[in-house]
């Protein structure tokens, strides 16, 4: 065994990986090995460095056999037992033979390398090398030992090897062999013990008719399962059950099987269906304190602080929800809908509204055509309409003439202003009048003015010919001509002098202000203008040019392409529509058509597309259709659900008879009744816990209209992406799917498509390309030497400047395929073009391909109107058609790529190839300077390290301060203003004296004038100066609110510098934040106080953080495909800015394209059916009493073709899967016969996420482990809850250390001075190792058994023979009568679930020891998920690593610096780690009581609540009692039921008193 062993590792190391040549049509023939040049050379070097021997040349030439005859093998044949071989043969084969054989192998496979990777079969060997060395040889020819096509093998290898035979060095033939391997005659074949025989076990009976209906295809494959050992022969006690047992008689610890029913809420004894009929509304998180009954005192103490919490909480959201924005950045207008007055059941009873759209067709195109408005005559208006009419009428003129007048004088004083830069200043203030502007007349007024000012200041300019110049004016005046034309009242004279200005520049074509036919005709039309515009041209235009530079700079298509691209019309097919406020594009009204057909969408388009709306108008559908209909909002992250409860907040009111118009639901925060509210917003994994709820099943979950997955693409996660699969698959309603990050959306697609019409409802998958903006992308260069800032108002240093990154640039790379959203804007198109051309030049095929491309000729069609963006993509489409083309060619990169790439990549050579941490942090203040001069400020900071993060805000506001401190020692003028300020200051109290003396002189019926406030009342020295700060200057955000906001976070432990970089309008922004500090970052930010925060991936998802600039600072291997398209899209939101920028800072040029280049990962699903799921589907459906949703649910589920995002696994697997992890809940006394939840479902049902640990918990529990743990609670409790902490530490708060923890001495070299944490979490105890031990062997034989009999009923015909990279099929099955073949054939182990390559090295379905070995062999065709596998192998294999004992630690010692300097936790995670297992115990606690409660024989021991409902008199009376209860009790159960054990009484009380003692410490740390 030793020497196979040996050889396999040999083999593996010497024989790397060749190229091979792939087929796309393998075959199963047998391939000759034959000899290859390769191997030649191998036999050459072999027979050259090793002298003549007669035993080592007969062991080469046998191993050359076995290659030959490997191919003529069938893979099942080669699964052999191990060989025994002669004991000096085998020292002779490792110590000599073998590593001289390998070593010239490894030769010749450098020298030459091949073709096909040479098959290596150890096992065969030995098997080969035993007929040789055992006398006599069965077969004294080779045709009749191997069979005539290896022999015909043998005779080709002979013939290239002739000399090596001639020499007599190589030999063949059997007699030869035999007679040099005789001496090592071995009769002992198989050293290893029998195997044991397969015991049948049989599946525990279980009969539900749901069920059992699903079960029927697999009822016969699985009521018999082969079994290796039987559940009655281990050693030691198991908390698995026998058929045979009797259940109901068992003796031993938590036993009872009492049938659960689950209408409590896990956290507290209060039911769920109270909820429904209570007035009172739960404001936020309840969670069982020390569970002690409580005075009238301290009930009205609680009242009266949780109102005071709901009180702040509340404001804090108004405040929230306040400096939200909508699409144009505009505050968010609230909606009043009344009251409906009907339920939704009238809805489902009334007919179905006929669909909004005209379209009579079920299904929509993808473009649909302008809808055409029937002709209709004009309704008659009565007396009272028609005199309204005259009123609204009257009240337009009276307007008009009140704004014409208003602007005549604006005219007027701008006509005073000495220079055309102060009139164009005066304008700009005008045109911020918001109100004013509402005037369509007076917009249009001051937009033709401001031409005329343009105009004017060209005219003067002294670059007026320059081509940047003209390029600058001629966008400006088609920005305010286009604006003009889409408000639609220019009169005839301002249509006149626009269009004359237009045919001047060059653009005599283009009249976009022709007058439109849905617009009436008013007085306007008719008025002049209302000032003397400039004079640009000759009355004749015979006459020469005027100004001869007022003209385009360059051909009308060039300039389009290189100076409007960021102007042009982005909409696509877009339409006015009543259903919303904004004009929707083509792809937003199919959204809506389908909203309101109630189909189910997945909505895949970038962020800026505008997908915001989509979730809103369904809300508001829901709210408009009844009064207790339900949408469920789903974000994956806890950050954007408090955002998007603000907006809701924002957006919505409506009156409601009970209950209220929103709720917020996660697993620690509670905001109102979830199951009160019409708009639920939650996380997936309480909405699974919803949607599983046997309570909320007949009552809540009709209910619900729709579940809108956000983010949906989080499905992907391994951590997490499980639940999403479970959300999907229960929906009892349709769903929409939002995301801009898919990488397989047609892939998902089907998956969703399939679900959703197996719950009956239609799919339709909307995906839109484009970017509303476009991302710009740069670089900056570094200084090497530090540069002193010297404030804003200075200009950059040159050495600090941006690199525009094109594209295209990317082809440096060496990549041939674009990722679809590399977009390109109209100047990347343009020279584009031009680079190409340069390459085509030297090939005239590539010329002509090319000249069909020419803007010039491509934009033909565009004549008579300005191009659009869908112009651009029709022309960006068919550049990289033809880049891709060419691309295909011999030498492509060099000859095409090479170049474009090249000539697209000016200035790259000056980046910084390695830059070093403090040269990124040294020219950062100069980035920033040079992107707030270029007005790309605000911006967000990536980096996904938080250490990173707080030290770059410090670096920066320390830049801040000491330029600001140096200006003021140096600036006379600062010191002359602040000399003034100290001379006003003290004078302060002589004018307070005078004033008073001037109130007691005056008579008291003169009123005394008020003195007018100075600068010096404001004025603060400390104060940051404007040109020292981030501070957004035109924020509302005053220095009063600034300080109360700075108290509020010193209350919550928000470090000093933190506050400081506030005041400078810098923040940090990561998880690790104050929650209170986190909200106020993302106010400020959207009032436009903060304008640079830095932070890690939280603000990547969907936060409303709209900015112009994302900069990624230094590489991190969390910068991902993914996370680079998430912070990237934040730049640039759709209505406020027409282009966001993307920076590279601190990254090398080589890294940013692979980063561009690089594609998003496909969606990979998980196996969404595990045990724990499988127990929680039978609690509903039996909780339920069978309702009709849960019969959905469960139906739709087992049905589905495809469960899961794996294509590969299919119904019948999953059904397998299920059959058996019911017969596991069986055993481990979880589930009853007829499918009924047993008591202690509550432990491992709410701790599902904890899966397997959940389980584990279980087993521990029956099997006595804790009860031998907790029995001494009255005479040592310190040591018996700290050994329980650190059993449950193990369970739910397991960290493994690194390697180097393991060592000895390790942990005194690396544990701080006096610290009081051992770190080290001590090993699990004898007792808990072994029933976990034997707890894991039965789930491994659980699943084996599944496994097996899948295979057996599935896979038996289908062959397990193709290698799963390279595809080839090998042999499965032979008619040769060989003798050795038949001696393969016979001695061949048989697998069933086993890999046929697995098996080759020996392992077989009994073999296997771990449940990840099971998965990680299994065969093609049988997917074996080791995360729905509830396996122990993490819990009792570390590999020599120890686990942080960080909980253990902190119940000890209690302290948070501890645990963060010697336990290694992050002071971001220490309060959420401490959190989770607090909730941990949470749950144990209440699944005890669950259990005591249905043991306990006093039938008037109902389910008490320790809320405040609870009567005031019995908590009074309670008080008086609570001296004389012995430790660990509650007001549950203030003694001991007289049927409950002493031993489960003992581990109730531990676990109480556990609890108390960790949750008075943790709660102390954030009180």
Same mark, same amino acid.
């Given at each position: 065994?030793?020497?196979?062993?040996? !050889?396999?590792?040999?083999?593996?190391?010497?024989?790397?990986?060749?190229?091979?040549?792939?087929?796309?049509?393998?075959?199963?023939?047998?391939?000759?090995?034959?000899?290859?040049?390769?191997?030649?050379?191998?036999?050459?070097?072999?027979?050259?460095?090793? $002298? +003549?021997?007669?035993?080592?040349?007969?062991?080469?030439?046998?191993?050359?056999?076995?290659?030959?005859?490997?191919?003529?093998?069938?893979?099942?044949?080669?699964?052999?037992?191990?060989?025994?071989?002669?004991?000096?043969?085998?020292?002779?084969?490792?110590?000599?033979?073998?590593?001289?054989?390998?070593?010239?192998?490894?030769?010749?496979?450098?020298?030459?390398?091949?073709?096909?990777?040479?098959?290596?079969?150890?096992?065969?060997?030995?098997?080969?090398?035993?007929?040789?060395?055992?006398?006599?040889?069965?077969?004294?020819?080779?045709? *009749?030992?191997?069979?005539?096509? $290896?022999?015909?093998?043998?005779?080709?290898?002979?013939?290239?090897?002739?000399?090596?035979?001639?020499? *007599?060095?190589?030999?063949?033939?059997?007699?030869?062999?035999?007679?040099?391997?005789?001496?090592?005659?071995?009769?002992?074949?198989?050293?290893?013990?029998?195997?044991?025989?397969?015991?049948?076990?049989?599946?525990?009976?279980?009969?539900?008719?749901?069920?059992?209906?699903?079960?029927?295809?697999?009822?016969?494959?699985?009521?018999?399962? $082969?079994?290796?050992?039987?559940?009655?022969?281990?050693?030691?006690?198991?908390?698995?059950?026998?058929?045979?047992?009797?259940?109901? #008689?068992?003796?031993?610890?938590?036993?009872?099987?009492?049938?659960?029913?689950?209408?409590?809420? /896990?956290?507290?004894?209060?039911?769920?269906?109270?909820?429904?009929?209570?007035?009172?509304?739960?404001?936020?998180?309840?969670?069982?304190?020390?569970?002690?009954?409580?005075?009238?005192?301290?009930?009205?103490?609680?009242?009266?602080?949780?109102?005071?919490?709901?009180?702040?909480?509340?404001?804090?959201?108004?405040?929230?929800?306040?400096?939200?924005?909508?699409?144009?950045?505009?505050?968010?207008?609230?909606?009043?809908?009344?009251?409906?007055?009907?339920?939704?059941?009238?809805?489902?009873?009334?007919?179905? +509204?006929?669909?909004?759209?005209?379209?009579?067709?079920?299904?929509?195109?993808?473009?649909?055509?302008?809808?055409?408005?029937?002709?209709?005559?004009?309704?008659?208006?009565?007396?009272?309409?028609?005199?309204?009419?005259?009123?609204?009428?009257?009240?337009?003129?009276?307007?008009?003439?009140?704004?014409?007048?208003?602007?005549?004088?604006?005219?007027?004083?701008?006509?005073?202003?000495?220079? %055309?830069?102060?009139?164009?200043?005066?304008?700009?203030?005008?045109?911020?009048?918001?109100?004013?502007?509402?005037?369509?007349?007076?917009?249009?007024?001051?937009?033709?003015?401001?031409?005329?000012?343009?105009?004017?200041?060209?005219?003067?300019?002294?670059?007026?010919?320059?081509?940047?110049?003209?390029?600058?004016?001629?966008?400006?005046?088609?920005?305010?001509?286009?604006?003009?034309?889409?408000?639609?009242?220019?009169?005839?004279?301002?249509?006149?002098?626009?269009?004359?200005?237009?045919?001047?520049?060059?653009?005599?074509?283009?009249?976009?202000?022709?007058?439109?036919?849905?617009?009436?005709?008013?007085?306007?039309?008719?008025?002049?203008?209302?000032?003397? $515009?400039?004079?640009?041209?000759?009355?004749?235009?015979?006459?020469?040019?005027?100004?001869?530079?007022?003209?385009?700079?360059?051909?009308?298509?060039?300039?389009?392409?290189?100076?409007?691209?960021?102007?042009?019309?982005?909409?696509?097919?877009?339409?006015?529509?009543?259903?919303?406020?904004?004009?929707?594009?083509?792809?937003?009204?199919?959204?809506?058509?389908?909203?309101?057909?109630?189909?189910?969408?997945?909505?895949?388009?970038?962020?800026?597309?505008?997908?915001?709306?989509?979730?809103?108008?369904?809300?508001?559908?829901?709210?408009?259709?009844?009064?207790?209909?339900?949408?469920?909002?789903?974000?994956?992250?806890?950050?954007?659900?408090?955002?998007?409860?603000?907006?809701?907040?924002?957006?919505?009111?409506?009156?409601?008879?009970?209950?209220?118009?929103?709720?917020?639901?996660?697993?620690?925060?509670?905001?109102?009744?979830?199951?009160?509210?019409?708009?639920?917003?939650?996380?997936?994994?309480?909405? &699974?816990?919803?949607?599983?709820?046997?309570?909320?099943?007949?009552?809540?979950?009709?209910?619900?209209? /729709?579940?809108?997955?956000?983010?949906?693409?989080?499905?992907?996660?391994?951590?997490?992406?499980?639940?999403?699969?479970?959300?999907?698959?229960?929906?009892?309603?349709?769903?929409?799917?939002?995301?801009?990050?898919?990488?397989?959306?047609?892939?998902?697609?089907?998956?969703?498509?399939?679900?959703?019409?197996?719950?009956?409802?239609?799919?339709?998958?909307?995906?839109?390309?484009?970017?509303?903006?476009?991302?710009?992308?740069?670089?900056?260069?570094?200084?090497?030497?530090?540069?002193?800032?010297?404030?804003?108002?200075?200009?950059? =240093?040159?050495?600090?400047?941006?690199?525009?990154?094109?594209?295209?640039?990317?082809?440096?790379?060496?990549?041939?395929?674009?990722?679809?959203?590399?977009?390109?804007?109209?100047?990347?198109?343009?020279?584009?073009?031009?680079?190409?051309?340069?390459?085509?030049?030297?090939?005239?095929?590539?010329?002509?391909?090319?000249?069909?491309?020419?803007?010039?000729?491509?934009?033909?069609?565009?004549?008579?109107?300005?191009?659009?963006?869908?112009?651009?993509?029709?022309?960006?489409?068919?550049?990289?058609?033809?880049?891709?083309?060419?691309?295909?060619?011999?030498?492509?990169?060099?000859?095409?790529?090479?170049?474009?790439?090249?000539?697209?990549?000016?200035?790259?050579?000056? !980046?910084?190839?390695?830059?070093?941490?403090?040269?990124?942090?040294?020219?950062?203040?100069?980035?920033?300077?040079?992107?707030?001069?270029?007005?790309?400020?605000?911006?967000?900071?990536?980096?996904?390290?938080?250490?990173?993060?707080?030290?770059?805000?410090?670096?920066?506001?320390?830049?801040?301060?000491?330029?600001?401190?140096?200006?003021?020692?140096?600036?006379?003028? /600062?010191?002359?203003?602040?000399?003034?300020?100290?001379?006003?200051?003290?004078?302060?109290?002589?004018?307070?004296?005078?004033?008073?003396?001037?109130?007691?002189?005056?008579?008291?019926?003169?009123?005394? =004038?008020?003195?007018?406030?100075?600068?010096?009342?404001?004025?603060?020295?400390?104060?940051?100066?404007?040109?020292?700060?981030?501070?957004?200057?035109?924020?509302?955000?005053?220095?009063?609110?600034?300080?109360?906001?700075?108290?509020?976070?010193?209350?919550? *432990?928000?470090?000093?510098? &933190?506050?400081?970089?506030?005041?400078?309008?810098?923040?940090?922004?990561?998880?690790?934040?104050?929650?209170?500090?986190?909200?106020?970052?993302?106010?400020?930010?959207?009032?436009?106080?903060?304008?640079?925060?830095?932070?890690?991936?939280?603000?990547?998802?969907?936060?409303?953080?709209?900015?112009?600039?994302?900069?990624?600072?230094?590489?991190?291997?969390?910068?991902?495909?993914?996370?680079?398209?998430?912070?990237?899209?934040? &730049?640039?939101?759709?209505?406020?800015?027409?282009?966001?920028?993307?920076?590279?800072?601190?990254?090398?040029?080589?890294?940013?394209?692979?980063?561009?280049?690089?594609?998003?990962?496909?969606?990979?699903?998980?196996?969404?059916?595990?045990?724990?799921?499988?127990?929680?589907?039978?609690?509903?459906?039996?909780?339920?009493?069978?309702?009709?949703?849960?019969?959905?649910?469960?139906?739709?589920?087992?049905?589905?073709? #495809?469960?899961?995002?794996?294509?590969?696994?299919?119904?019948?697997?999953?059904?397998?899967?299920?059959?058996?992890?019911?017969?596991?809940?069986?055993?481990?006394?979880?589930?009853?016969?007829?499918?009924?939840?047993?008591?202690?479902?509550?432990?491992?049902?709410?701790?599902?996420?904890?899966?397997?640990?959940? %389980?584990?918990?279980?087993?521990?529990? #029956?099997?006595?482990?804790?009860?031998?743990?907790?029995?001494?609670?009255?005479?040592?409790?310190?040591?018996?809850?700290?050994?329980?902490?650190?059993?449950?530490?193990?369970?739910?708060?397991?960290?493994?250390?690194?390697?180097?923890?393991?060592?000895?001495?390790?942990?005194?070299?690396?544990?701080?001075?006096?610290?009081?944490?051992?770190?080290?979490? +001590?090993?699990?105890?004898?007792?808990?190792?072994?029933?976990?031990?034997?707890?894991?062997?039965?789930?491994?034989?659980?699943?084996? !058994?599944?496994?097996?009999?899948?295979?057996?009923?599935?896979?038996?015909?289908?062959?397990?023979?193709?290698?799963?990279?390279?595809?080839?099929?090998?042999?499965?099955?032979?008619?040769?009568?060989?003798?050795?073949?038949?001696?393969?054939?016979?001695?061949?182990?048989?697998?069933?679930?086993?890999?046929?390559?697995?098996?080759?090295?020996?392992?077989?379905?009994?073999?296997?020891?771990?449940?990840?070995?099971?998965?990680?062999?299994?065969?093609?065709?049988?997917?074996?998920?080791?995360?729905?596998?509830?396996?122990?192998?993490?819990?009792?294999?570390?590999? *020599?690593?120890?686990?942080?004992?960080?909980?253990?630690?902190?119940?000890?010692?209690?302290?948070?610096?501890?645990?963060?300097?010697?336990?290694?936790?992050?002071?971001?995670?220490?309060?959420?780690?401490?959190?989770?297992?607090?909730?941990?115990?949470?749950?144990?606690?209440?699944?005890?009581?669950?259990?005591?409660?249905?043991?306990?024989?006093?039938?008037?021991?109902?389910?008490?609540?320790?809320?405040?409902?609870?009567?005031?008199?019995?908590?009074?009376?309670?008080?008086?009692?609570?001296?004389?209860?012995?430790?660990?009790?509650?007001?549950?159960?203030?003694?001991?039921?007289?049927?409950?054990?002493?031993?489960?009484?003992?581990?109730?009380?531990?676990?109480?008193?556990?609890?108390?003692?960790?949750?008075?410490?943790?709660?102390?740390?954030?009180?």
């Amino acid at each position: 065994m030793e020497l196979i062993i040996k !050889c396999r590792k040999e083999a593996l190391r010497i024989l790397p990986a060749p190229k091979r040549h792939r087929s796309d049509e393998p075959s199963a023939t047998p391939t000759t090995q034959g000899i290859d040049i390769w191997a030649q050379t191998a036999v050459d070097d072999y027979f050259q460095a090793n $002298p +003549p021997d007669t035993a080592n040349d007969a062991l080469f030439a046998v191993f050359l056999l076995h290659l030959i005859v490997l191919p003529y093998i069938p893979i099942g044949d080669r699964s052999q037992k191990p060989v025994a071989l002669h004991p000096e043969l085998e020292s002779q084969l490792r110590d000599h033979v073998m590593p001289k054989l390998f070593d010239a192998f490894n030769r010749g496979l450098e020298k030459h390398g091949v073709q096909r990777r040479p098959d290596v079969d150890g096992r065969i060997f030995l098997n080969l090398l035993s007929v040789f060395t055992n006398h006599p040889v069965p077969d004294k020819s080779l045709v *009749g030992l191997l069979g005539r096509g $290896p022999v015909d093998a043998v005779e080709s290898v002979k013939t290239a090897l002739q000399q090596h035979v001639e020499a *007599g060095r190589l030999s063949f033939s059997p007699a030869v062999l035999s007679g040099a391997l005789g001496r090592w005659q071995h009769d002992e074949v198989d050293s290893l013990p029998p195997p044991i025989e397969d015991v049948p076990l049989r599946l525990l009976p279980f009969h539900n008719e749901v069920f059992d209906a699903c079960l029927k295809p697999i009822h016969f494959a699985s009521e018999v399962a $082969p079994s290796e050992i039987t559940a009655t022969t281990s050693p030691g006690r198991s908390s698995f059950v026998d058929d045979s047992e009797d259940r109901s #008689q068992r003796s031993g610890w938590f036993t009872n099987t009492t049938t659960f029913t689950d209408d409590q809420h /896990w956290h507290s004894g209060r039911k769920i269906t109270e909820g429904f009929k209570e007035k009172r509304l739960v404001l936020y998180g309840e969670r069982r304190d020390d569970d002690r009954p409580l005075t009238k005192e301290q009930l009205a103490f609680l009242r009266k602080r949780k109102e005071r919490a709901r009180q702040r909480l509340m404001t804090d959201i108004h405040r929230h929800a306040a400096t939200l924005t909508g699409a144009k950045g505009a505050p968010l207008q609230r909606l009043v809908i009344p009251s409906t007055k009907r339920s939704i059941k009238d809805v489902a009873t009334q007919k179905e +509204p006929p669909a909004q759209s005209t379209s009579k067709s079920p299904t929509l195109p993808a473009n649909p055509k302008p809808r055409k408005e029937p002709k209709s005559q004009q309704p008659k208006l009565n007396s009272a309409e028609k005199l309204r009419q005259r009123i609204k009428e009257e009240k337009a003129v009276k307007t008009l003439s009140e704004s014409e007048i208003w602007w005549k004088q604006q005219l007027a004083q701008m006509e005073k202003l000495p220079t %055309l830069e102060r009139k164009a200043e005066y304008l700009g203030r005008v045109q911020r009048n918001a109100k004013r502007m509402e005037d369509s007349w007076l917009r249009t007024e001051t937009l033709l003015y401001q031409v005329h000012l343009g105009v004017s200041q060209w005219i003067v300019d002294d670059g007026n010919g320059e081509p940047r110049v003209q390029a600058r004016y001629c966008v400006n005046i088609l920005r305010a001509v286009l604006e003009i034309h889409s408000i639609g009242v220019a009169s005839d004279p301002a249509r006149n002098f626009v269009r004359s200005l237009l045919e001047t520049i060059g653009l005599p074509d283009i009249d976009i202000l022709k007058p439109s036919s849905s617009i009436k005709p008013t007085e306007t039309a008719k008025k002049l203008l209302t000032f003397q $515009p400039a004079r640009f041209a000759h009355r004749d235009r015979s006459k020469p040019a005027l100004y001869p530079f007022l003209r385009l700079p360059s051909h009308p298509i060039d300039f389009q392409l290189e100076h409007y691209g960021v102007y042009m019309d982005r909409s696509m097919d877009g339409q006015v529509d009543a259903r919303v406020s904004f004009i929707p594009d083509a792809w937003q009204r199919n959204v809506l058509d389908r909203l309101d057909r109630r189909e189910s969408v997945l909505v895949v388009a970038p962020t800026s597309a505008g997908k915001t709306f989509i979730s809103y108008y369904a809300m508001e559908q829901v709210l408009r259709e009844s009064d207790d209909g339900v949408l469920v909002y789903v974000a994956p992250t806890k950050p954007l659900v408090n955002q998007i409860v603000a907006e809701i907040s924002a957006r919505f009111e409506k009156s409601l008879k009970s209950g209220t118009v929103w709720a917020e639901h996660t697993r620690d925060w509670r905001i109102h009744e979830p199951h009160k509210c019409q708009i639920l917003v939650t996380v997936p994994e309480m909405l &699974a816990i919803m949607l599983l709820s046997p309570a909320l099943a007949a009552r809540w979950v009709p209910r619900l209209r /729709w579940i809108v997955l956000d983010e949906i693409h989080t499905i992907g996660q391994q951590d997490g992406g499980a639940v999403w699969e479970q959300l999907i698959l229960f929906a009892p309603c349709p769903i929409i799917g939002l995301s801009a990050t898919i990488g397989n959306p047609e892939e998902f697609s089907r998956w969703l498509e399939s679900v959703q019409e197996q719950h009956g409802f239609k799919y339709n998958l909307i995906q839109h390309k484009h970017r509303y903006s476009h991302l710009r992308k740069f670089t900056y260069t570094m200084s090497r030497e530090p540069i002193e800032f010297k404030g804003f108002s200075s200009e950059p =240093p040159p050495d600090v400047k941006s690199i525009y990154i094109h594209p295209m640039s990317v082809l440096l790379s060496g990549t041939r395929v674009l990722p679809e959203d590399l977009a390109l804007e109209s100047g990347d198109c343009l020279t584009l073009f031009q680079a190409m051309w340069s390459v085509a030049d030297q090939s005239p095929e590539k010329r002509d391909q090319l000249a069909k491309l020419n803007p010039r000729v491509f934009f033909a069609q565009a004549h008579g109107r300005l191009l659009n963006q869908r112009d651009v993509l029709d022309y960006e489409a068919k550049l990289k058609s033809l880049l891709a083309d060419w691309s295909k060619e011999a030498e492509a990169y060099k000859r095409v790529l090479r170049p474009i790439g090249e000539a697209l990549s000016q200035g790259h050579e000056l !980046c910084e190839t390695m830059p070093t941490q403090g040269r990124i942090y040294a020219n950062l203040i100069h980035v920033l300077h040079d992107l707030q001069r270029r007005d790309n400020l605000p911006a967000i900071l990536f980096n996904f390290d938080r250490h990173d993060c707080e030290e770059m805000a410090k670096h920066l506001m320390y830049e801040l301060k000491n330029a600001e401190r140096r200006w003021k020692e140096s600036s006379p003028q /600062w010191q002359t203003k602040l000399a003034k300020w100290e001379a006003w200051l003290a004078a302060s109290k002589q004018r307070q004296r005078a004033s008073e003396r001037a109130k007691k002189t005056k008579p008291q019926d003169i009123e005394i =004038p008020m003195d007018t406030k100075s600068w010096e009342d404001s004025f603060d020295p400390d104060d940051p100066l404007p040109e020292f700060s981030f501070a957004g200057p035109w924020s509302t955000y005053s220095k009063s609110e600034m300080e109360e906001d700075i108290e509020v976070l010193k209350g919550v *432990g928000v470090q000093l510098w &933190a506050m400081e970089a506030l005041k400078l309008g810098i923040a940090v922004h990561h998880a690790g934040m104050s929650r209170k500090y986190r909200n106020l970052v993302e106010s400020l930010f959207r009032v436009g106080f903060l304008r640079v925060v830095i932070a890690t991936g939280t603000l990547a998802l969907g936060i409303n953080m709209p900015i112009k600039t994302s900069i990624f600072v230094g590489d991190s291997v969390y910068l991902t495909a993914l996370t680079y398209r998430q912070c990237a899209g934040r &730049a640039g939101r759709r209505g406020m800015d027409l282009l966001g920028n993307v920076v590279f800072y601190g990254i090398q040029i080589e890294r940013i394209h692979r980063i561009m280049t690089s594609k998003v990962p496909p969606l990979t699903g998980n196996m969404p059916l595990t045990t724990t799921l499988s127990l929680r589907l039978c609690n509903l459906l039996h909780g339920s009493q069978q309702a009709p949703t849960a019969l959905n649910a469960i139906n739709s589920v087992l049905r589905l073709p #495809q469960l899961s995002l794996s294509s590969e696994i299919v119904r019948d697997e999953v059904l397998h899967h299920l059959r058996f992890s019911i017969d596991y809940l069986r055993r481990t006394n979880l589930l009853g016969v007829k499918g009924e939840p047993l008591i202690m479902f509550p432990l491992v049902a709410h701790l599902y996420h904890t899966e397997p640990s959940n %389980l584990a918990l279980v087993a521990l529990l #029956q099997g006595g482990v804790l009860h031998s743990i907790c029995d001494s609670i009255d005479l040592n409790p310190i040591d018996t809850k700290r050994n329980l902490v650190a059993v449950l530490s193990h369970l739910f708060a397991r960290r493994v250390l690194p390697r180097l923890y393991s060592g000895k001495g390790a942990l005194e070299r690396l544990r701080p001075a006096k610290s009081p944490s051992r770190i080290i979490l +001590p090993p699990l105890s004898p007792d808990a190792y072994r029933t976990l031990s034997e707890h894991n062997r039965q789930i491994l034989e659980t699943f084996r !058994c599944y496994a097996r009999s899948y295979a057996l009923q599935y896979l038996s015909e289908s062959p397990d023979n193709t290698l799963p990279l390279s595809k080839e099929i090998l042999l499965t099955s032979t008619n040769s009568e060989a003798s050795f073949i038949a001696t393969l054939r016979r001695r061949a182990v048989q697998v069933d679930a086993t890999s046929s390559f697995v098996a080759n090295s020996g392992v077989t379905d009994s073999s296997l020891k771990t449940v990840t070995d099971l998965a990680r062999t299994a065969r093609a065709g049988l997917h074996l998920d080791k995360n729905a596998i509830p396996g122990l192998d993490e819990l009792l294999a570390l590999d *020599g690593r120890v686990v942080n004992g960080y909980i253990l630690d902190y119940f000890t010692h209690g302290q948070v610096n501890a645990l963060i300097e010697a336990n290694w936790v992050r002071r971001s995670d220490v309060w959420f780690s401490l959190q989770e297992f607090s909730l941990a115990l949470a749950t144990l606690q209440t699944g005890l009581e669950h259990y005591m409660k249905a043991t306990a024989s006093d039938p008037n021991l109902e389910s008490e609540s320790s809320d405040e409902e609870e009567d005031d008199t019995d908590e009074s009376e309670n008080a008086s009692e609570t001296e004389d209860l012995e430790p660990g009790v509650t007001s549950t159960f203030p003694v001991k039921p007289a049927s409950i054990t002493v031993g489960d009484w003992k581990v109730y009380r531990a676990v109480v008193l556990t609890k108390r003692e960790f949750d008075e410490k943790f709660k102390g740390m954030w009180a």
